[in-house]
């Protein structure tokens, strides 16, 4: 069975940092791309940033370039996204989820950024 | 504000037929294959279609896509309580180089 689980979130200061992680089970994790998603309160989803399988490929959504930093480790099965520089706009769940289809997801960790 | 265009709620009787619209631009649906996403809050998202009309493995025929030109369908018949939820369009933007999704719609089942 597919089992996607983030880690990571929590309260932070504009301008801090936090590191995000989503550790994947049931697949040979290295197949596939990843994405991460998010969804503020009352909002509907926004993509992030998608890495391919091997890391080589990455992108991002403008409204986090320069500040979000997507990575994997495929011996440990974890997909990662160091975010720097937070907004308050940045407050929202975020979700991992596989592929380009982003066919399955996990349930998502809470960032809220706030002073 | 998202780039793809959703009317913001729908709504049906049980039994019924409902349409979700999702309209683009050449740069992402006009270029790209759309997938079509239903959301429950406090669950993971679901991916319902792929490929503008494929159903993965479990997703009951009752939901079907469409895709002509810039715009997008999601189709649900024999609407059933628990199909209320959100339900999101997405595909990839040729000019963003990124995945856009639309702004959701809210599915009322009356």
């Known amino acids: 069975e597919v089992q996607l689980v983030e880690s990571g979130g929590g309260l932070v200061k504009p301008g801090g940092s936090l590191r995000l992680s989503c550790v994947a089970s049931g697949f040979t994790f290295s197949s596939y791309n990843f994405n991460w998603v998010r969804q503020a309160p009352g909002r509907g989803l926004e993509w992030v940033s998608s890495?391919?399988?091997?890391?080589?490929?990455?992108y991002y959504a403008d409204s986090v370039k320069g500040r979000f930093t997507i990575s994997r480790d495929n011996l440990k099965n974890s997909l990662y996204l160091q975010m720097n520089a937070l907004r308050a706009e940045d407050t929202a769940v975020y979700l991992c989820?596989?592929?380009?289809?982003?066919?399955?997801w996990g349930q998502g960790t809470l960032v809220t950024v706030s002073s | 504000q998202p780039v793809l265009t959703q009317p913001p709620s729908a709504s049906a009787t049980p039994g019924q037929r409902v349409t979700v619209s999702c309209s683009g631009s050449r740069s992402n649906i006009g270029s790209n294959s759309v997938n079509w996403y239903q959301h429950l809050p406090g669950s993971a998202p679901k991916l319902l279609i792929s490929g503008n009309n494929q159903r993965p493995s479990g997703v009951p025929d009752r939901f079907s896509g469409s895709k002509s030109g810039t715009s997008a369908s999601l189709a649900i018949s024999g609407l059933q309580s628990e199909d209320e939820a959100d339900y999101y369009c997405?595909?990839?933007?040729?000019?963003?180089?990124?995945?856009?999704f639309g702004g959701g719609t809210k599915l009322t089942v009356l």
């Open positions: 989820a596989r592929d380009a289809d982003l066919d399955h």
């Open positions: 890495i391919s399988g091997t890391g080589t490929n990455i």
């Open positions: 997405a595909t990839w933007d040729d000019s963003l180089n990124g995945r856009v």
